[in-house]
């Protein structure tokens, strides 16, 4: 039987997320951007496993735990690159910075390499990380229980009722444990280390600049590097973008899956009623959409036993989680499809879809409990959810719930770096209209927010990702983003690019 993919569920954790420093870059961080305090040259050598392109290559870098104590303990962060395929075009570094936040990094010169033309792979030697605390960096771990580390636990679901109690429980013993088990690697995991971490990376490789091309939460992160370290950037390409809203970071990211669910479901409801659809599940999208919402409510009632799974039952809420996590992409349209038909028949699901490992887990809720001071309020997340599930009753009111960085035990260290018009102009936004992950009202903050620092490239698509996406995709926004790579020439303006054949305006059934 055809269900979710294991890597579509993975995808969602790609998912779920002042003073000087907000516009300036403080002591120690001018010290790490003095391109005469030159690092260790990397050493390069094979890199672990066998799945990555023979030509890629690995290294460690040594950076320290606490930037502001450069000569106190370090950690190790892996780094990978593929060469410029002819190297006398090569005009630099692409750094390609990974989403999450919680998203490794290192086989992306592999995987995202695939994706580019040939132009931009011998202008660029292609480079990426594991950001601190994942996969092959020094690894972090808040030793949660495999309970804990369901999606329907890191995501704050609220009970069938609406009751917030037992989320409250769960992020108290989360934060708790990050607390006891974590200790000064989960404390230093934040968006503004992973901005010095990367001008670790680009002292060590020896370059006066980076280009970049940063997704989802890259865009974040990719923002912050930019307004820290401005000097250091050389062309900006951030594709599925972050809201940078330095009230709220993270909790703001986590809100807009409200938005994003909403804004994606018509294209899966208008796919799932057309006559020619491989599972047609109603006549009409609003049909389709009462039998989300209805098969949701049985669910509630009566799960499903799924024996392996974690919770071992497909309810309610895991039915919710799957339906966002379906709408990253339109390739998992005829997998949740096929999920409801069989769920609406008491069919136990097929495959089990994998728990984040705990280093994912401690980085994704680290860096977001870390980022931004949240809310402490009880009775306050209580009424956020109470309208979200009005308002937005296929996410239930879980956007805007009370998470373990209610609970979290540290303030954050530093204080969320502001986006501002200040800076060279030299940045290229990218992004689909209809984003589960990223809305495209939230990502239009950050183009207000760089001013005319950028240029936003929008697309008539439904996805999570604008950019050299394969097959399907936007050649119009490929062309794009290779011009300015390879050109440094932006549109005059701010532009949108055509309806993707087949992902063509879709109305809303609010």
């Given at each position: 039987m055809r269900t979710l993919s294991a890597r579509t569920t993975a995808l969602a954790l790609a998912t779920a997320a002042t003073a000087a420093v907000l516009t300036t870059v403080s002591g120690a961080d001018a010290a790490v951007g003095d391109p005469s305090a030159a690092g260790r040259p990397l050493d390069w050598g094979p890199c672990p496993g066998t799945s990555s392109d023979p030509r890629q290559e690995c290294a460690t870098l040594k950076v320290p735990l606490d930037h502001r104590?450069?000569?106190?303990?370090?950690?190790?962060?892996?780094?990978?690159?593929?060469?410029?395929?002819?190297?006398?075009?090569?005009?630099?570094?692409?750094?390609?910075?990974?989403?999450?936040?919680?998203?490794?990094?290192?086989?992306?010169?592999?995987?995202?390499?695939?994706?580019?033309?040939?132009?931009?792979?011998?202008?660029?030697?292609?480079?990426?990380?594991?950001?601190?605390?994942?996969?092959?960096?020094?690894?972090?771990d808040c030793g949660l229980s495999t309970a804990d580390l369901s999606l329907t636990a890191a995501r704050p679901w609220p009970a069938a009722d609406g009751s917030i109690?037992?989320?409250?429980?769960?992020?108290?013993?989360?934060?708790?444990?990050?607390?006891?088990?974590?200790?000064?690697?989960?404390?230093?995991?934040?968006?503004?280390?992973?901005?010095?971490?990367?001008?670790?990376?680009?002292?060590?490789?020896?370059?006066?600049?980076?280009?970049?091309?940063?997704t989802s939460y890259g865009t974040y992160a990719g923002s912050v590097y930019a307004q820290m370290f401005p000097?250091?950037?050389?062309?900006?390409?951030?594709?599925?973008?972050?809201?940078?809203?330095?009230?709220?970071?993270g909790r703001g990211w986590l809100a807009n899956y409200a938005v994003g669910v909403e804004d994606t479901f018509p294209d899966f409801a208008a796919w799932a009623s057309a006559p020619d659809s491989p599972v047609r599940l109603a006549?009409?999208?609003?049909?389709?959409?009462?039998?989300?919402?209805?098969?949701?409510?049985?669910?509630?009632?009566?799960p499903l036993a799924w024996p392996g799974a974690n919770p071992p039952e497909l309810n309610g809420n895991v039915f919710r989680q799957s339906v966002l996590t379906a709408l990253f992409s339109r390739n998992n349209f005829e997998g949740l499809a096929r999920l409801i038909v069989d769920a609406d028949a008491g069919k136990v699901p097929g495959a089990i879809p994998p728990d984040p490992g705990q280093d994912i887990a401690a980085v994704s809720l680290a860096t977001l409990c870390n980022d931004?001071?949240?809310?402490?309020?009880?009775?306050?997340?209580?009424?956020?959810?109470?309208?979200?599930?009005?308002?937005?009753?296929?996410t239930a009111g879980m956007?805007?719930?009370?998470?373990?960085?209610?609970?979290?035990?540290?303030?954050?260290?530093?204080?969320?770096?502001?986006?501002?018009d200040q800076g060279p102009s030299?940045?290229?936004?990218?992004?689909?209209?209809?984003?589960?992950?990223?809305?495209?009202?939230?990502a239009l903050k950050l183009r207000r927010a760089y001013g005319d620092r950028a240029r936003m490239v929008s697309v008539d698509a439904m996805g999570h990702g604008a950019a050299y996406t394969g097959g399907g995709g936007s050649a119009c926004a490929d062309r794009r983003v290779t011009d300015f790579l390879l050109t440094g020439e932006r549109p005059a303006g701010d532009i949108t690019c055509p309806a993707v054949p087949g992902q063509g305006p879709v109305s809303s059934m609010r």
């Open positions: 104590d450069p000569d106190g303990k370090r950690i190790s962060l892996a780094v990978s690159r593929i060469a410029s395929e002819r190297p006398h075009e090569r005009r630099g570094v692409l750094l390609l910075i990974p989403g999450g936040p919680g998203a490794p990094g290192l086989d992306r010169p592999t995987t995202y390499g695939k994706r580019l033309p040939q132009s931009v792979r011998d202008a660029y030697d292609l480079v990426s990380f594991d950001p601190r605390g994942l996969g092959a960096s020094t690894r972090a109690a037992r989320n409250v429980t769960t992020g108290r013993r989360i934060a708790d444990r990050c607390a006891r088990n974590g200790g000064a690697l989960v404390r230093s995991l934040s968006t503004v280390n992973e901005a010095r971490d990367i001008d670790s990376i680009r002292r060590a490789l020896g370059e006066r600049k980076l280009s970049a091309w940063g000097e250091r950037t050389d062309r900006w390409v951030l594709d599925s973008n972050d809201n940078p809203d330095p009230e709220r970071v006549g009409t999208p609003a049909g389709v959409r009462r039998r989300v919402l209805d098969l949701a409510d049985r669910l509630d009632a009566k931004v001071e949240w809310p402490r309020s009880l009775p306050g997340y209580a009424r956020d959810v109470a309208a979200s599930r009005k308002s937005h009753p296929l956007p805007v719930n009370v998470s373990a960085c209610a609970f979290w035990h540290d303030a954050p260290r530093d204080k969320p770096v502001r986006i501002t030299n940045v290229l936004l990218v992004q689909n209209k209809r984003d589960v992950a990223t809305p495209y009202r939230e």
